[in-house]
């Protein structure tokens, strides 16, 4: 197989790979709640025209659940603009996953312009062990899709690094692509998220220092016009479905958790957390840094790329390191061009290949990870991820049970109370029925999501629901009168090491698999997996251990 096949087989498995982390994972939790949520109210509600302040407050879901910072409905507002067309050619279509794919397609498209880019700059070789070395990490194909703030900029971010990568073009195409990525990086930094203003400085110096661009005719006009239509874009769209003008989301949460230090009560770090968990943990496969990096960096043919793509991020991942309240995915963007530097290293391994025993066992070596890594991410990483929305499915069985239950006596309206963790771990706007249904005979479903524990310690407040969706160790503490529990969810509850001898029981797994490739999916897993244990693991591997998470209990039955 050539290697035009292998690199267009790749390119076309990133795509394939975001699509398949999100069909495993199609719901969200609660740190993307903001974002679906808003996705939602504006498919379903529209933009108000008319008596708007009165319209949001009644219709849109971030009145009544803010959250501690605001956050920009721009994204929000792009993806449903997006979404619209699908949903003319199909009203039924499954608009959250539709929203998800729509995001995560964008996502995929600029790793593969990052790919392309690589190629035009390092040669196929390279492109082609960062598209594997990107396909066995697990994190960016699993969030690609997820309505996170960082998200959002990812995709910018990813095709900012794309357009300083040195291709071999002239110096005044290569000044207008710095221009345009300085450009992309201070809106995306403007609108979704505030950390980016380090990684724009730490990119524009480093280019001015190179000398390849100047103060004058690109980080003055780049940093000019991204201010203009990033402010623009904010203030005007945020100011109006906050209905407060004017508002600069990222600018309030840069004060509230920068300024005031309020990010700290998330937790905290040590300073060398991003560099000795979270960027190992990004790129999953050891030896990309344990060899790819310091191949690239050691070797004359590669130092120079290698230095040029490694130290803007790496002196972002020092400055932030500063920041005590760390996250992996605060850290997210510098994710393709680690990865880049690696694949240089591997390639210069692999075309040296026949000079010497080291370099073939390096290059099995490699290739060998690369692939283990790739295992690890589909089939342990993925299913333990899909198994971690309890509060998704809960809420799905509930709807499948009442319908079946339902009959001409039933009441009209059925009154839910949604749990804490039900609405972390996967409830969302696109999930609930429509509280008016079209048709008469189908009873009106009505959500509560109180929080606040005074209202919840009166009797009078839980006799007004017929479901609730509860922990199990809420049930008989927090929740008073007569139940019947209809159903247990089951939800993640770590990995379990199975033995040489032990029994494989991979019900999540093979879940997982029957939803994405049907039967015949099944048993080619079954196959596969019976080969890796006999052959490979000789006996041993890891699978999903599952726990009861929630409780769907019905109200007005002694038990």
């Known amino acids: 197989?050539?290697?035009?096949?292998?690199?267009?087989?790749?390119?076309?498995?990133?795509?394939?790979?975001?699509?398949?982390?999100?069909?495993?994972?199609?719901?969200?939790?609660?740190?993307?709640?903001?974002?679906?949520?808003?996705?939602?109210?504006?498919?379903?509600?529209?933009?108000?025209?008319?008596?708007?302040?009165?319209?949001?407050?009644?219709?849109?879901?971030?009145?009544?659940?803010?959250?501690?910072?605001?956050?920009?409905?721009?994204?929000?507002?792009?993806?449903?603009?997006?979404?619209?067309?699908?949903?003319?050619?199909?009203?039924?279509?499954?608009?959250?996953?539709?929203?998800?794919?729509?995001?995560?397609?964008?996502?995929?498209?600029?790793?593969?312009?990052?790919?392309?880019?690589?190629?035009?700059?390092?040669?196929?070789?390279?492109?082609?062990?960062?598209?594997?070395?990107?396909?066995?990490?697990?994190?960016?194909?699993?969030?690609?899709?997820?309505?996170?703030?960082?998200?959002?900029?990812?995709?910018?971010?990813?095709?900012?690094?794309?357009?300083?990568?040195?291709?071999?073009?002239?110096?005044?195409?290569?000044?207008?692509?710095?221009r345009l990525s300085l450009y992309l990086i201070t809106v995306a930094g403007i609108i979704f998220r505030s950390e980016l203003a380090i990684f724009l400085a730490t990119n524009t110096l480093f280019l001015f220092a190179t000398r390849r661009i100047t103060i004058q005719r690109e980080i003055i006009p780049a940093g000019i016009l991204g201010l203009l239509v990033g402010l623009t874009s904010t203030v005007l769209v945020?100011?109006?479905?906050?209905?407060?003008?004017?508002?600069?989301?990222?600018?309030?949460?840069?004060?509230?958790?920068?300024?005031?230090?309020?990010?700290?009560?998330?937790?905290?770090?040590?300073?060398?957390?991003?560099?000795?968990?979270?960027?190992?943990?990004?790129?999953?496969?050891?030896?990309?840094?344990?060899?790819?990096?310091?191949?690239?960096?050691?070797?004359?043919?590669?130092?120079?790329?290698?230095?040029?793509?490694?130290?803007?991020?790496?002196?972002?991942?020092?400055?932030?390191?500063?920041?005590?309240?760390?996250?992996?995915?605060?850290?997210?963007?510098?994710?393709?061009?680690?990865?880049?530097?690696?694949?240089?290293?591997?390639?210069?391994?692999?075309?040296?290949?026949?000079?010497?025993?080291?370099?073939?066992?390096?290059?099995?070596?490699?290739?060998?990870?690369?692939?283990?890594?790739f295992l690890l991410s589909t089939f342990v990483l993925l299913p333990a991820s899909s198994a971690n929305y309890p509060g998704a499915h809960a809420l799905n069985t509930l709807h499948a049970y009442a319908e079946n239950t339902t009959t001409n006596s039933s009441p009209n309206t059925i009154s839910v109370y949604l749990g804490n963790l039900a609405c972390q771990t996967g409830v969302t706007r696109f999930l609930q029925h429509p509280s008016s249904p079209s048709e008469s005979t189908t009873p009106t479903w009505h959500y509560d999501k109180t929080e606040d524990e005074t209202t919840k310690s009166s009797p009078t407040f839980w006799s007004q629901f017929d479901y609730v969706l509860v922990e199990p160790s809420e049930e008989s503490e927090k929740v008073l009168g007569s139940w019947e529990v209809v159903d247990t969810v089951d939800g993640f509850a770590g990995l379990r090491i199975v033995r040489p001898g032990d029994e494989a029981v991979g019900a999540v797994e093979e879940k997982v698999v029957a939803y994405v490739l049907g039967d015949e999916g099944v048993r080619l897993f079954e196959k596969a997996r019976r080969f890796v244990r006999d052959v490979i693991t000789k006996g041993w591997r890891a699978e999903v251990r599952m726990e009861p998470k929630i409780r769907i209990l019905r109200k007005g039955v002694e038990v």
């Not at 392309?116 to 690609?144: C, D, E, M, N």
């Open 238 to 373: 945020d100011s109006f479905f906050w209905q407060q003008f004017p508002l600069w989301p990222e600018l309030a949460a840069f004060k509230f958790n920068v300024i005031s230090g309020q990010a700290s009560a998330w937790g905290t770090h040590p300073w060398h957390f991003y560099f000795t968990n979270a960027v190992p943990r990004l790129l999953l496969n050891p030896l990309t840094y344990i060899v790819g990096i310091p191949f690239a960096l050691y070797q004359p043919s590669t130092r120079g790329l290698a230095a040029n793509t490694l130290i803007p991020s790496l002196f972002f991942l020092a400055i932030y390191s500063a920041q005590p309240h760390k996250e992996w995915r605060f850290i997210i963007y510098t994710i393709p061009a680690l990865t880049a530097a690696a694949s240089l290293g591997a390639s210069y391994i692999w075309t040296h290949r026949t000079k010497s025993l080291l370099y073939r066992l390096l290059s099995l070596v490699m290739l060998t990870s690369t692939f283990a890594s």
């Open 1 to 178: 197989m050539g290697r035009d096949v292998v690199f267009l087989l790749l390119l076309a498995a990133i795509p394939a790979l975001v699509l398949l982390h999100l069909a495993a994972a199609p719901y969200t939790k609660v740190e993307e709640s903001f974002h679906i949520q808003a996705i939602h109210d504006i498919l379903s509600s529209g933009i108000p025209t008319r008596n708007v302040s009165e319209t949001l407050r009644a219709e849109y879901d971030h009145f009544a659940f803010p959250g501690a910072v605001p956050r920009t409905f721009v994204g929000a507002v792009m993806l449903s603009g997006l979404s619209q067309p699908f949903i003319w050619l199909k009203a039924n279509i499954d608009r959250q996953f539709l929203a998800r794919a729509i995001l995560g397609l964008f996502n995929a498209a600029s790793l593969l312009a990052f790919a392309s880019g690589l190629r035009r700059t390092a040669g196929k070789t390279t492109a082609i062990w960062y598209l594997l070395f990107q396909a066995s990490q697990f994190h960016i194909f699993y969030y690609a899709s997820r309505t996170l703030s960082n998200m959002f900029a990812f995709g910018l971010t990813t095709l900012a690094l794309r357009y300083v990568l040195p291709e071999p073009v002239s110096p005044t195409v290569y000044k207008k692509r710095a």
